[in-house]
């Protein structure tokens, strides 16, 4: 009892990671943009690096604000890189952009001692240490972004699954592709300071990539996805207590296990199932 009273706050803040994430990660997979979030993380993270060096406090409503400003730059750099280059694939300039920050931060951080300590916590994250106030503000945030998205979802899907904008003439794709990049860096700016990049990028990632094994359609993909965060935010947290482990380490090798769990159901069941119906198919022909 005493172990699920500690678990309830983490837990409910991964539902809260699983739901948005597991929609977003759809998009992102679709839109072959893996390592997005964690190129704008490190935005993030370069942008409240910049607010420590001008004398914000760290935790401030400033450094957040100056934090998601940063990620807008990056929303717009990946947007005009997508709707201008056709032969260079966008993960490569997001993996470019992604080293540059990188360097960036660590230069910043040189000329900010004393207060990097913040910057290791809001990339590493703490998700047993969250507390009631920001399980409510990130459901609300994540609860408004989920509406947008859900209001204007024909034109967000029908961007992801197009490859340039000569597929949707009637689209404004420039302006929506900048409001997916800049609702995602809205969320991903949150996450981070939570749960830290790598569970943050397991939550985008591996839940879209096991519904991928089983379905194409994307309302099923996304049953699929948030059944599977739902069960392995919930296994990663009593595992960490019950072994005295780092959460989000836990959480992300959890993911890995059941993952392999499903490639290897898919793998013996599935094509069990397709092996026994073809014989049937070619008598019926």
């Known amino acids: 009892m005493e172990i699920v009273q500690f678990l309830i706050l ?8 699983t739901g948005i994430h597991a929609y977003l990660g759809v998009h992102v997979v679709e839109r072959g943009v893996i390592f997005v979030d964690l190129a704008l993380a490190q935005i993030a993270a370069l942008g409240a ?11 401030g ?6 934090s998601l400003g940063f990620t807008f730059i990056g929303a717009m750099i990946f947007t005009l890189v997508r709707s201008r280059q056709k032969r260079i694939p ?46 409510i503000k990130t459901a609300i945030l994540y609860g408004c972004v989920g509406l947008f998205h859900f209001i204007f979802r024909k034109k967000f899907l029908a961007i992801s699954m197009s490859h340039n904008s000569s597929e949707q003439p009637d689209l404004n794709f420039r302006l929506w592709d900048f409001l997916f990049y800049a609702s995602f860096g809205f969320v991903v700016t949150s996450s981070v300071a939570i749960a830290g990049v ?4 397991c939550y985008l990632i591996v839940p879209s990539v096991g519904a991928m094994l089983f379905a194409d359609r994307i309302g099923t993909r996304l049953a ?3 059944t599977m965060g739902t069960l392995v935010s919930a296994l990663g947290c009593y595992f960490s207590v019950y072994f005295d482990l780092p959460t989000g380490a836990t959480i992300v090798c959890t993911f890995g296990a059941v993952l392999v769990c499903m490639a290897i159901a898919k793998a013996l069941f599935f094509k069990a199932r397709e092996s026994e119906t073809e014989p049937t198919e070619l008598v019926t022909r």
Do not use: C, Q
């Open 90 to 135: 966008l993960e490569a300039f997001i993996g470019i952009t992604y080293a540059v920050a990188s360097a960036a931060a660590i230069l910043a951080m040189s000329k900010a001692s004393g207060e990097t300590e913040h910057l290791k916590d809001m990339l590493v994250g703490n998700i047993l240490a969250v507390s009631r106030h920001e399980v």
């Open 10 to 17: 983490p837990f409910l803040a991964s539902l809260i990671l």
């Open 61 to 66: 409503v400033g450094a957040y604000w100056m």
């Open 224 to 226: 699929i996805g948030w």
């Open 49 to 59: 690096t910049m607010a420590i060096l001008i004398g914000m406090d760290p935790h």
């Open 198 to 201: 790598l569970l943050v990028f």
